[in-house]
């Protein structure tokens, strides 16, 4: 029985997600020589003079993606330190010891910086201590601003040389509350730099604007592209879209014959192997990702990466499988090879229609997608209709 898990986007339209079974980690660490975890005395005043000189890495992208607190949550965060109640344990990435990336309380330590460094956050909506509400921190009595400061807190820093898939592991364990992250922000959070830029790159459709209206990053050309072939159907919250980007680097990046040991672990790989990349290579990578999102485009118009049975089968949502395969292997044919299979796109249409009357086919882009042997069918399956329809007489 083929089980599909239909996630509902901000337009209204289903997003179908493969089934998967829980990640099996098959390469354990060792935990006497890949956990360097430290845990030195600190108090809300070290985060503040870390954050003042600009040694802890806030995102600003991963920050404004989830937009998981709203002003309530954060002013009641703020509360609970003035009622000196205890609040979770912070987790940082020490690698460098002069900038702390945050691996865990990203929405606290953006918080304190709105409200004590910042001075934009007004609190609201307080529980107990309502004489405060409307205040921000240059309001509130000395005392309290030094209750604030000299607030303890407990910091777990991971030393330099633990691996990333320590970080990843430790990352995903810490996250299981009701803020839990999806597995693609917590690649993010853990690829900073050329990686994250790029995954961001590939899905920016649209110019990305600061607080006040000033163009922060503008929109790309294969981020319009992509927009475009997934029919504005791929939303940006909880980074389903950058989701989608890092699939197709990881594949594109690593042939699928090596997939292994599960999806996870694969995408943080290709994740890692972009800062092996040059600037021309990125740039390549860049150019046929949006040579594959314009050929899907062309063949498919707004149904590309979409399930279909029959000429006259309902719309389906995109499916990331689909994606997965077909992006890939559009960007690996050549110009001219483009142009031809766009040729020729009533015979790769029937061809792509055919494949779903082979349950094996249908099975490997519906349940299970990421075990080995479904990654092998769905790639041999469509380059196998593309090479036909290419070598068609």
């Not at 330590?109 to 509400?133: A, M, Q």
């Not at 209750?147 to 807190?153: L, M, S, Y």
Request: glycine share 4%; charged share 30%.
């Amino acid at each position: 029985m083929v089980e599909t898990v239909i996630n509902i986007n901000q337009s209204g339209e289903e997003v179908e997600q493969e089934h998967n079974e829980d990640v099996i980690i098959t390469a354990p660490f060792d935990p006497n020589q890949d956990i360097v975890i430290s845990t030195p005395p600190l108090n809300m005043g070290d985060i503040i003079d870390r954050l003042e000189h600009n040694e802890i890495k806030i995102d600003t992208e991963f920050q404004r993606l989830p937009d998981l607190w709203n002003a309530t949550k954060k002013s009641r965060f703020i509360e609970s330190i003035l009622l000196k109640l205890p609040v979770p344990a912070f987790y940082f990435d020490a690698g460098d010891d002069n900038l702390w990336r945050i691996i865990d309380g990203l929405q606290r330590i953006s918080t304190i910086k709105s409200f004590v460094i910042d001075k934009t956050l007004k609190l609201e909506n307080l529980e107990f201590l309502k004489d405060y509400n409307n205040d921000y921190f240059d309001d509130l009595p000395r005392s309290l601003q030094r209750r604030i400061k000299t607030f303890p807190i407990t910091g777990n820093i991971l030393g330099r040389g633990t691996p990333d898939v320590v970080k990843y592991n430790i990352f995903n364990r810490i996250n299981q509350g009701g803020l839990k992250l999806v597995p693609q922000e917590m690649r993010h959070a853990l690829h900073q730099g050329k990686a994250s830029d790029l995954v961001a790159d590939l899905v920016r459709g649209e110019d990305l604007l600061d607080d006040n209206g000033e163009l922060k990053k503008a929109s790309t050309e294969e981020g319009v592209a992509f927009v475009r072939a997934t029919d504005g159907k791929i939303r940006s919250q909880r980074m389903q879209d950058r989701d989608f980007a890092n699939r197709f680097i990881a594949f594109y990046l690593i042939h699928y014959t090596e997939y292994a040991p599960d999806l996870d672990s694969f995408l943080s790989k290709g994740m890692a192997k972009i800062n092996e990349l040059s600037d021309e290579e990125i740039e390549k990578l860049k150019n046929d990702f949006k040579k594959a999102m314009n050929l899907a485009y062309a063949i498919f118009d707004n149904d590309a990466f979409r399930k279909r049975f029959d000429e006259y089968d309902d719309r389906k949502p995109v499916n990331k499988a689909l994606f997965e395969v077909l992006s890939v292997n559009f960007a690996k044919l050549s110009r001219e090879e483009c142009e031809l299979l766009h040729d020729r796109t009533e015979t790769f249409q029937t061809a792509f229609i055919e494949l779903h009357q082979y349950n094996d086919f249908v099975q490997s882009i519906s349940s299970g997608t990421a075990q080995p042997e479904r990654v092998t069918k769905r790639f041999e399956a469509i380059n196998g209709i593309i090479q036909e329809t290419l070598n068609q007489a």
